[in-house]
Every structure is written in C-alpha cells, then in structure tokens.
C-alpha cells in the first residue's frame, strides 16, 4: 500500500473549525435557533440547498488551493475524494433520518421542539465525530491492517441491514434509554424546549432530555458504520473530517425536507446496505486490486439513485 498524500495543514484546520463554529453560533443565535417553531419544507429545502452548496463551494475552493501548491493531479484526486466521502456520508445519513422520525413519534414530540433537539444532537454529533476520525485515522497510520478489519465490519453491517431493512427497532428495550430511566429523575410531562425543570427544590430531567439522548446514540451508533466507510476511500484525516463534518452540518435540514414523505423512499436503505457491502468489498481486495476513486463514486451514486428511483416508482400512487 503506497503512502498517502496528507494535505491538512494547521491553517486549513483552523479555518475549517472557525468556519464551522461560525455557523453553529449563526444557528443557535441568528437563524432562529432559540426560537421554538415548525419548520417549514420551504425552510428546510433552502438550508439544505445552502449546505449542499457549502460543500461543493468547498470542494473548488479545495481543488484551486491544492492546484496552485501541490499539483493538479493531487488536487483532482483529493477533491474526488472528498466529494466521494460526502456523498456516502450524505446517504448514509438519510438513515438517521428513519430512526429520527422514529423516536420523535414514540416520545410525541411536537414539530416545533424537534428543531432544538436537533441543534444539540448536532453539536455532539460533532464533538464525537472529531474524536472517532482522530483516532481512526491514528490506528490506520500505525496499524494499516485495521483496514481490513474496518473492511470486513461493513460487510457484515451491508449485510445485516439487507435483513433488518423492513424490521423497525424496539426502543422500550434500548439498553441506554432503561439505564437513563433507571438513574435519572425524569419528569411525567413535558415542558417544551426545556431538558432540565426544577420541582420543589429538586432538579428532574423531561422526556425531551432522553430524546436527546437517544438522538445522541443513535448518530454514535451511525458513525461507527460511515467513518470506517470513508477510510475505504481516503485515510487523509483532513478529508475524512470536512466530508463527514458537511454531512452533519446538512443533517438537520434533511431531516426537516424527508419528514413528511420519508415513506416514498422506503427501499432507500437496500441501497445504503448495497453501498456499505460495496464499499466494505472494496477495503478486503486491496491488497489485489485498488478501485478508483472516480469508479467509487460512480458506483455509489449509482446504488443510491436507483434505490431513490426504485422507491418513488414503487409508491408512486
């Protein structure tokens, strides 16, 4: 395995983390973060459009910079690469949105607190997504055969939601959702946006607070599939982070844009099982044949299209 051209640069890093932090604080504190509302598909087509944009703005600005430095053919291959990894970051993360649209339902959560929620499942998604790139990137550096591992983990998982795609979860027998009961106060009603209310002197936790919780774990339990699926396409931590980070940062408006129709596209997640056995195929035969990150993306465009088109034809009426 040839040793990979790394590109991130202290100041890239700093300007990518201030870029994100700047529009976090512009979402809390200008967009109508703090302001409990419904939003709207019209609202949630333009942020989404907006990140969309971001990432492809991103992606020039990314090819023009490393074109002037470090040549143009490792500019075209870093910038594939990072248009491969968001798409599949963008894919796999519609299947947040199921478990999202999940959870809201079981707990009768009204549309206008969803946003909040959202906002914070947002900002831990980063924190978390920060700390498990660092350290996958690390372990691929010093251990280049957990790629294999990684490889043979998304197999399984492609494989395993081949199976499980029709079957929804249980979340009365969530293991961190009965620990939470067990060990936190929690409130019989809900009190709006609020996580915490204080009741005769002493401080409860309300139904909100354990859906933030699962929003939290279940974004865990989604990155442990879609960091290691990137690795399969570059192990540039720089490129890994700012794929997965605009995926993230879009997640939210996604959410609000599927809500209403996530339905039509039931069979969306055959093609995210495709794209995880795919990609995971791609990691294990390395060793005998690299694929191209121009066939990569193709391919996984592919997979996912036709299972979008597949699914608005199957519902179609």
Do not use: C
Request: cysteine-free; proline content about 2%.
């Amino acid at each position: 395995m040839t040793a990979e051209v790394m590109i991130g640069s202290g100041w890239m890093w700093a300007g990518f983390i201030a870029f994100v932090l700047v529009m976090l604080v512009l979402d809390l504190f200008v967009f109508g973060g703090k302001t409990a509302h419904k939003v709207s598909v019209k609202e949630a087509a333009i942020w989404s459009l907006v990140w969309v944009s971001m990432a492809l703005v991103f992606a020039y600005g990314l090819w023009w910079h490393l074109s002037g430095t470090v040549g143009q053919e490792v500019a075209d291959r870093k910038t594939l690469e990072f248009l491969t990894g968001y798409l599949i970051e963008k894919s796999l993360s519609v299947d947040n949105v199921f478990i999202f649209l999940l959870i809201f339902s079981s707990f009768h959560v009204a549309a206008e607190y969803q946003r909040r929620v959202l906002i914070f499942g947002v900002l831990g998604a980063i924190v978390m997504r920060a700390v498990m790139i660092l350290a996958g990137a690390w372990l691929v550096r010093e251990f280049s055969w957990v790629l294999y591992i990684f490889g043979f983990f998304l197999v399984v998982t492609g494989m395993r939601m081949l199976v499980m795609a029709e079957k929804e979860p249980d979340l009365n027998k969530n293991p961190v959702l009965k620990f939470a009961r067990r060990h936190l106060r929690i409130s019989e009603e809900n009190h709006g946006e609020k996580f915490m209310v204080m009741k005769n002197g002493v401080r409860y936790f309300t139904p909100l607070f354990l859906v933030l919780i699962l929003i939290e774990v279940t974004d865990l339990v989604f990155a442990v599939d879609s960091i290691p699926a990137i690795f399969a396409i570059t192990t540039d931590p720089f490129i890994v982070f700012t794929s997965n980070i605009f995926a993230i940062m879009g997640l939210r408006a996604l959410y609000f844009l599927l809500a209403d129709i996530a339905d039509r596209f039931h069979l969306l997640k055959y093609g995210l099982a495709m794209v995880l056995t795919f990609i995971g195929s791609k990691m294990l035969i390395m060793p005998w044949y690299h694929v191209p990150v121009t066939a990569s993306l193709l391919i996984v465009a592919v997979l996912i299209g036709a299972s979008v088109v597949a699914s608005l034809l199957a519902t179609r009426k």
